[in-house]
């Protein structure tokens, strides 16, 4: 059995399908991250250096356990079983907006580097990478919730179970009653 191989795997299986490491790893970027941007922002609120290292820490951290998540998300890209189309092209854009968002963060690490406080331009740059950041996850929460990767094909509608193919239609927009469950 290959290891990067569809089906076979799971719970069932005995073997841990690859197209769960990647949910399995962004947790450790996101808290690192977004949370050394609210310390550095209390940090510079209060005028406190020593908060403003352990910011970049936190930050260094980050920018590690990303590297890991954007590996694990390199798997999913080749394993992932099942989704729709629209999931299919989200994830090139959850891809790109991720990588340009970990560029920057790891931009800042490296401009912070010195023992002294950063400056302004520093900080806002760290605050972009984090609204980069947090639309990735947003357009990475609607590939799986709303375009089904990941998720055990038997539990999933018919349209989705049997895989993506281009030719197929986006999901249809979420119905206007309120009702999450019609229209899907």
Request: charged letters at 15%; zero cysteines.
């Amino acid at each position: 059995m290959s290891l990067l191989a569809h089906g076979g795997t799971g719970p069932s299986g005995g073997a841990f399908p690859p197209w769960e490491w990647h949910p399995a790893t962004v947790h450790f970027p996101i808290a690192f991250l977004l949370g050394a941007v609210a310390l550095d922002l209390y940090a510079w609120w209060r005028e406190r250096a020593d908060l403003a290292r352990t910011a970049t820490g936190l930050m260094a951290a980050g920018v590690i356990t990303g590297i890991v998540a954007a590996a694990t998300g390199a798997v999913v890209f080749f394993t992932v079983p099942a989704h729709t189309a629209e999931a299919h092209t989200l994830m090139y854009w959850h891809l790109g907006v991720n990588a340009a968002a970990l560029g920057l963060f790891a931009a800042v690490v490296f401009l912070r580097r010195h023992p002294e406080p950063p400056g302004a331009k520093v900080r806002v740059v760290g605050l972009l990478a984090a609204a980069l950041f947090a639309a990735g996850g947003f357009l990475g929460g609607r590939i799986v919730y709303r375009g089904g990767a990941g998720v055990d094909p038997a539990i999933l509608a018919p349209e989705v179970r049997g895989g993506h193919g281009h030719e197929e239609q986006p999901l249809a927009p979420r119905p206007e009653n309120g009702d999450p469950h019609k229209g899907y």
